[in-house]
């Protein structure tokens, strides 16, 4: 007589996790994403969201934006730069400007034209700013100042609106956090470098600097 014989297969049984395992896998998720997101935050990028209307029309009243902060680890920042920094006379507060002027540089204000010197350049070279609305008046408390080493001379682009280094002089190149690398709101805005604008500048004599 044939005996067939039926082997049982076994089926893994499925069991809900634990309250227990449920917890641990949320503190392992918070932990992995912790160790991604803080050094991100803390040495290469962070969000700032624009807080009135100094940087017209670049800038609007809550633009979000990205900030980079890594770049200015390589390199010096530069005329043109749109910077997040912190007020030097507050400086639990943050500050949105554009660098005019660089370290060692005497910029001179007169009837709403910017002139920058140096002692590479003694004749000096108009900034043309054509980032700005036409007919934009550039009005300072004091017709010109040399920056220290290590100091810059920004302005926020609407000038008539902004506290900057007309008012509180120059800023210090430890108070500045990073510039603005990524804006992400409006959505009709969105870009990277927002902003940033490069200076080819000729002097008097053509030398390009």
Known sequence: MHHETLE???????TEPTLKEQIIEIIRF???AAVIVIPVRVFI???FIVSGTSMIPTFEHRDYLIIDEISYRFREPQRGD?????YPEQPSQFFIKRIIALPRETVRIT????????EEDPTGFILEEMYL????????????????DDYYFVMGDNRSFSSDSRIWG?????????????????????GFKPGSH???ILSDNNDIL
């Open 45 to 47: 990028a962070q969000p």
């Open 82 to 86: 749109v910077i997040v920094f912190r």
């Open 30 to 32: 918070v932990v992995i």
């Open 198 to 200: 490069s200076f080819d």
């Open 170 to 190: 120059p800023l210090p190149r430890d108070l500045i956090v990073g510039k603005a690398w990524l804006r992400l709101w409006p959505l009709n805005n969105i």
């Open 133 to 148: 609305p036409e007919n934009t008046e550039t009005l300072a408390r004091n017709e010109s100042l040399t920056l220290p």
């Open 8 to 14: 049982k297969q076994s089926t893994p049984e499925s």
């Open 111 to 118: 009837d709403s034209v910017v002139t920058i010197t140096s």
